[in-house]
């Protein structure tokens, strides 16, 4: 039997099944992968481009280099992969979804039950009132240069609703480890699972469904292991499903 038959096998047969996805789901969406060659990481340092101190201490630069970041994801669109998991997700055979990403192209796809560990890009909030906003608002403050941008309600820092280098995990990583501790399958998607605390995650389950372009150091404790495009694998699991209804 193929590995995408074994896989559509395992979340047939699984009472509970989560999907966990990294930067490698969309790469085909026209995002790069933060760690690979061409990535964004290659011309800056996360730990200083996209930390908490940088955005506090020296927004001049944060809004010239980690902020750029942020608006390039805001306008991207989701691919094959989102949208196999989406699918799933309508059709009952998968339970949710928690994601490494910040690019919000899970809920674009029409995921509903995500849990989103490193943030997202589609709000802003103030760090001293803590109203929330819009992310247009936040851009159209920084393209008339108010560095940094401040909240119209009480003048506060308002910040992006993303997980920063020197920031506390948000609620959405315990909700979605608690998620996992009646999960029968895990698939996980486009992650390197190098990145503590999310590369513990796959520890919570019996069932382990991996694909990634690359070798993972869960790999050997996974029922299946598919090394190769996310959007084809999900898209031919999705069909597999679909054809034995």
Known sequence: MDNIKKAADLILNSKKVFALTGAGISTDSGIPDFRSSNGYYTKMDPALALS??????????????????????????????????????????????????????????????????????????????????????????????????????????????????????PDDFSRGAAELEDTDTLIVVGSSLSVSPVNFLPNYVDHLIIINRDKTPMDNRADVVINDNSTVVLTKILEEIEGRR
């Open 52 to 169: 908490k101190d940088r955005l506090l201490n020296h927004p001049e630069i944060f809004y010239k280099e980690g902020y750029n970041i942020l608006l390039d994801l805001n306008d991207q669109k989701p691919n094959g992969g989102h949208i196999a998991l989406a699918k799933l997700e309508e059709m009952g055979y998968l339970d949710g979804i928690i994601t490494q990403n910040i690019d919000n192209l899970h809920a674009k796809a029409g995921s509903k039950n995500i849990y989103e560990v490193h943030g997202e890009t589609r709000g802003i909030h103030c760090m001293s009132c803590g109203c929330e906003f819009k992310f247009p608002v936040m851009k159209e403050k920084v393209e008339n240069g108010e560095i940094p941008p401040r909240c119209d309600k009480c003048g506060g820092i308002l910040r992006p609703n993303v997980v920063m280098f020197g920031d506390m995990m």
